[in-house]
């Protein structure tokens, strides 16, 4: 299974590493990468600060597995990786990384948006907003 | 032994991250009356997972012992 949770936020320096090892894979011609931002959204006047990961973990390991699974059927793809975060997420930092590699980029772009509309859409991961008093709402997906 | 599993706002409501119920055998129906009951989830929503496949119909469904269930509300990762 391969690992696809982190704590806390997606530092700069794992995405550049993640990168990075990819340069040994010559069959490569196109990466695509998204990357999700916690955003400091204003919700009746107060403002979100941070974002509180948490997820059923089994559950979401053997789905995310069918999510590669079906990623690699419907494209043409080299590797893909997913990486999410779980615990507190601040304002401005990275909490959710997708990686397509592929030999020619038409393939990254669609493979890339469907995987992250499945991880959002099938994944059981909640998000906690938690605004400048810690007062909190969970966070509903729009 | 039944194994149940509360997450984001349901874990809020129940004020547990989960339990064990003994009952060696229970329908799923009845189960998730009993903690609806109990914690009063009635104006929440949520899906329910058995042995983390998310169940459609729970009518029919019959838990024994060993299997694992989660409560669970709207997914917001990304």
Not at chain 1, 75 to 102: M, N, W
Request: with cysteine; glycine share 6%.
């Amino acid at each position: 299974m391969k690992k696809t949770f982190l704590e806390g936020a997606i530092a700069s320096d794992f995405i550049a590493e993640s990168i990075a090892k990819h340069q040994s894979k010559h069959s490569i011609g196109a990466h695509n990468i998204f990357l999700g931002q916690v955003r400091g959204d204003e919700i009746d006047g107060r403002q979100v600060t941070a974002i509180e990961y948490s997820a059923y973990e089994e559950m979401a390991n053997e789905k995310l597995h069918e999510i590669r699974e079906s990623a690699f059927e419907k494209f043409d793809l080299t590797c893909l990786h997913i990486y999410h975060s779980l615990g507190r997420v601040k304002v401005g930092e990275i909490c959710f990384f997708v990686f397509v590699s592929a030999k020619r980029r038409k393939e990254v772009y669609a493979a890339t948006e469907y995987l992250v509309n499945q991880v959002k859409e099938q994944v059981p991961i909640f998000g906690k907003e938690i605004f400048e008093n810690e007062d909190f709402q969970w966070k509903v997906n729009s | 032994m039944i194994k149940v599993h509360y997450f984001g706002i349901i874990a809020e409501a129940a004020k547990s991250e989960g339990e064990t119920i003994s009952s060696p055998s229970i329908p799923l129906k009845s189960l998730i009356g009993d903690l609806t009951e109990k914690y009063q989830l009635d104006s929440y929503q949520f899906q329910i997972a058995v042995n983390r496949k998310i169940v459609k119909e729970m009518d029919a469904l019959e838990l024994k012992t060993g299997d694992e269930i989660a409560l669970l509300p709207a997914f917001s990762g990304g």
